[in-house]
């Protein structure tokens, strides 16, 4: 069983409009990251979330993306109102207690807005 | 300007070679960690050396890390055509408690038969 699940795995949406990708760790979850790679380029850092708020974001995560684990289970990247640059692979990430900064990836949400 | 950058952005040898993948970063690190990724997958974590280690090894690997010269090395021995992926190098970037943890561009690894 995977540490982090995600969905969608495939993600299709029409420019303007609002997305939501999903990640669902199993317990002992502390530190929660999304990441997104476009299409062969590097792993970019968007957003960390510990104690149930943002600890860092990058000047990637402006205004149009939000985070929130509304349940404690479930973690959401929000995309208000997408647009064409945002097509990427989106991955979500966490740490578990008492394995230092060792992340675990789920298996990534591939986001095409047309 | 990027925290971690990877040389070189491809790499090609035949199987049973030994591969070296180098990591440069720019800021000061509580630990390095390099990943390997499969054809757009998930990041699969491989090893963690911390700033005050110089070396580590797991299994086929060895990492080595130098601090005066922020940069760190990935060595896989006897290289397997599984071993065909992508590798990154990740790092704190002197954040604490993991609050950022910053990826360089990767180096892609083909293992030829």
């Known amino acids: 069983e995977p540490e982090v699940t995600q969905t969608p795995s495939h993600q299709v949406t029409q420019m303007g409009q609002e997305v939501i990708l999903r990640c669902v760790p199993i317990s002992n979850h502390l530190y929660f990251y999304w990441y997104r790679q476009i299409l062969g380029q590097k792993v970019e850092f968007l957003v960390s979330f510990y104690n149930n708020e943002i600890s860092e974001k990058s000047e990637i995560f402006d205004d149009q993306f939000s985070v929130e684990r509304p349940d404690g289970s479930n973690f959401t990247l929000k995309i208000r109102s997408t647009k064409l640059e945002d097509s990427a692979m989106y991955f979500c990430a966490t740490v578990k207690i008492a394995t230092n900064e060792k992340l675990f990836f789920g298996s990534g949400t591939q986001l095409s807005v047309l | 300007s990027q925290q971690g950058e990877e040389d070189p952005q491809a790499l090609s040898i035949q199987e049973g070679e030994n591969a070296t993948m180098n990591c440069s970063y720019k800021t000061s690190i509580n630990n390095l960690q390099w990943y390997r990724q499969n054809s757009g997958r998930g990041l699969v974590h491989l090893i963690l050396?911390?700033?005050?280690?110089r070396e580590k090894h797991s299994g086929r690997l060895r990492v080595t890390l130098d601090t005066s010269k922020k940069s760190s090395s990935l060595l896989i021995t006897a290289s397997r055509a599984a071993d065909t992926a992508s590798y990154f190098c990740a790092t704190d970037a002197g954040y604490s408690s993991a609050s950022k943890i910053i990826f360089g561009s990767g180096t892609r690894l083909s293992i030829r038969p």
């Open positions: 050396i911390r700033s005050n280690e």
